[in-house]
């Protein structure tokens, strides 16, 4: 007999036990009138083989009931047992549900909305396209580049869903096959963008991208996550997926050039993701990329740091104020606190199909 919560399986042997009390009949006697031997009587009643059409006929001679009516009884056994063996699955899968941002995904729409444990549960196997939940972190959440402040357990598993939903996104979405030299190539054009109006960078970096074989992602940030981006290969393309989270320009696209980085230097290749040497080398990677360390070392060496010299500076290098003050700020030139009025900042619109970017 198996049970859960709202449900028990019992099966056709309990039947048969009671017809055998009620006969004052032996299981051994049973056995022989049955042509059956003791052990598999024995199985029988208590639940551990199955109850085929063969024993039912015999029964229906033996016992005087109908085969049909064995056979319900073992159809009806077979439902509740697979019953009973789902809901305790799902009972056993809360506690992992419960550590995914299960209402912030409802809110982006990844998931359908319900306070529903259960439900949750179930759409969270289909959302991440499992049997079980427990197996979300074996199917390769581990093997990807990605630019995170921190780490934690909710972290992790708001990675996790945030993934999965780039992964669905990317999808739907064309892009050319892979080219990693082409890609090298294309580095001063793709820096070029950052002068663009906000919309039509992205428009034109998902583009650009796309044409190397890279399918770029903007997606809502997840709670706790502390994540930026993440880049890894979904069959033939490369995701890179983008949160925005911060909003200010100068982090944008220091996260698209570090998740370059991470492609051009081959971490997508580590079959257990990024250390904190591939994340340091993605970072350099992508400070260089933005303003080379000699003219920023010629910069604070030869003029006085104000607006008007900084605004100069930027214009020489082609890129925006804010990444250069975002640059000085980092190297401890100068304070946190200074100069942010000249940081652009983006405004993410969830679901807009390119135009993710606003001026605020």
């Known amino acids: 007999m198996k049970y859960s919560k709202t449900t028990i399986a019992i099966p056709p042997g309990e039947t048969i036990r009671e017809k055998l009390q009620d006969r004052g009949m032996s299981q ?6 049955m042509d ?17 059409q063969d024993v ?13 009516f064995w056979n319900n009884l073992e159809a009806i056994y077979r439902e509740d047992l697979e019953r009973v063996r789902m809901e305790n699955e799902l009972e056993a899968e809360a506690e992992i549900a419960r550590k995914f941002p299960y209402n912030e995904m409802a809110k ?12 949750r549960v179930i759409n969270l196997r289909k959302f991440f396209e499992v049997v079980r ?31 999965q939903a780039a992964k669905l996104t990317a999808r739907e979405m064309e892009a050319a096959p892979i080219d990693i030299k082409g890609l090298e190539k294309a580095l001063p054009e793709i820096r070029a963008l950052n002068l663009l109006p906000p919309k039509e960078q992205s428009i034109r970096l998902r583009e650009m991208l796309a044409s190397h074989g890279i399918a770029l992602v903007f997606l809502p940030h997840t709670k706790g996550s502390y994540l930026h981006g993440a880049t890894f290969v ?30 051009l230097l081959g971490h997508l290749d580590l079959p257990e993701g990024t250390g904190i040497n591939e994340e340091k080398a993605a970072d350099k990677f992508a400070a ?52 942010n009025h000249l940081k652009e900042q983006y405004i993410f619109v969830s679901g807009d199909s390119g135009e993710n970017k606003e001026e605020n």
Not at 28 to 33: D, I, L, P, Q, S
Not at 56 to 68: F, I, Y
Not at 320 to 333: D, T
């Open 28 to 33: 051994k006697e049973f056995a022989v009138r």
């Open 36 to 52: 059956l031997s003791q052990k598999h009587v024995s199985k029988l009643i208590n639940g551990e083989v199955q109850l085929t």
């Open 56 to 68: 039912a006929q015999r029964l229906e001679m033996v016992l005087g009931v109908s085969a049909r």
């Open 108 to 119: 982006n729409g990844w998931v359908p909305e319900t306070r529903k444990q259960n439900e």
């Open 133 to 163: 939940l427990d197996l979300v972190m074996r199917t390769g959440v581990e093997q990807m580049a990605c630019r995170r402040l921190s780490e934690t357990e909710k972290g992790d598993y708001g990675m996790a869903a945030w993934t």
């Open 234 to 263: 979904d069959g033939k393309k490369i995701v890179m997926g983008i949160t925005l989270r911060g909003r200010y320009a100068d982090k944008f696209w220091f996260s698209i050039f570090h998740e370059i980085g991470h492609i």
């Open 288 to 339: 260089e990329t933005l303003i080379p360390d000699r003219e920023v070392l010629n910069f604070t060496h030869s003029r006085d740091i104000n607006v008007k010299n900084i605004r100069s500076f930027a214009a020489d290098q082609g890129i925006q104020p804010g990444i250069v003050v975002a640059r000085l700020q980092r190297q401890k030139v100068i304070d946190y606190n200074q100069f």
